[in-house]
């Protein structure tokens, strides 16, 4: 079985400040990683994905995130903030076994970029 | 190629009616997820479906919900006889049937509200 735990609910940051948005999870079987953000009443928009190779990942928007396997985590961090960017973000995780691909969810973090 | 396309976006449904929602994944398709956005509690698994077969309806709550993916069609979610705790954002996603490395892709979503 698999856990996400996204460490802060609530991100306050002012516009083009760096962010970092934090996530870690439990599993006992390797899995994908991933972040999606979603706009008010809107749907899930992925911004990046690790599946396997380098643990930097690059995503859209100028996001990047750094798989840490030994310390369970899969944070994410922009280095300058716009005001376009305040949105709530999930951090999910699915195995990487078999075809069942079923995303297991954080509670998500609400980021408010101020001017 | 479009997306994967929910419908309705916006369903208001008294107490005790039943709700009807549609999926239709993106073309090639052959996978689709079923996920529900409760206020206050994130998003939670509800059902992986392939054509004409149900493969984990681990997140589905035990009664009033139902899931199917015919052969031909899209996927339906119905809920029977309602009730205001049902009030929620239902998410569909899909991926092909050569699930590999790839990510599943979300509709908008259908947002229901009962009353």
């Known amino acids: 079985a698999q856990s996400v735990t996204q460490l802060d609910s609530q991100v306050p940051v002012f516009e083009e400040a760096p962010v970092e948005l934090r996530c870690n999870y439990s599993?006992?079987?390797?899995?994908?990683l991933f972040w999606y953000v979603q706009y008010p009443n809107q749907g899930l928009q992925l911004l990046l994905k690790?599946?396997?190779?380098s643990t930097l990942v690059k995503g859209i928007n100028g996001f990047e995130a750094e798989f840490n396997k030994s310390q369970t985590s899969f944070h994410l961090r922009k280095p300058s903030v716009h005001i376009s960017d305040t949105a709530e973000y999930f951090c999910?995780?699915?195995?990487?076994?078999?075809?069942?691909?079923?995303?297991?969810w954080g509670l998500g973090t609400s980021l408010a970029v101020n001017p | 190629n479009a997306g994967v396309m929910q419908n309705p976006r916006h369903l208001v449904r008294r107490r005790g009616q039943e709700a009807r929602l549609r999926c239709s994944p993106m073309?090639?398709?052959?996978?689709v997820y079923w996920y529900r956005q409760l206020p206050e509690e994130g998003l939670k698994f509800m059902v992986y479906?392939?054509?004409?077969?149900?493969?984990?309806e681990s997140g589905m709550p035990k009664e009033r919900f139902s899931a199917e993916f015919p052969k031909e069609g899209p996927s339906i979610l119905r809920i029977q006889q309602v009730v205001r705790g049902d009030s929620a954002a239902y998410f569909c996603?899909?991926?092909?049937?050569?699930?590999?490395?790839?990510?599943?892709?979300f509709g908008q979503g259908t947002r229901l509200t009962v009353v």
């Open positions: 996603a899909s991926s092909p049937i050569n699930t590999g490395n790839t990510e599943a892709f």
């Open positions: 073309k090639g398709h052959s996978h």
């Open positions: 479906l392939q054509k004409e077969n149900i493969i984990d």
């Open positions: 599993s006992s079987v390797s899995v994908y």
């Open positions: 690790y599946l396997s190779g």
């Open positions: 999910a995780v699915s195995s990487n076994a078999g075809n069942n691909r079923k995303l297991i």
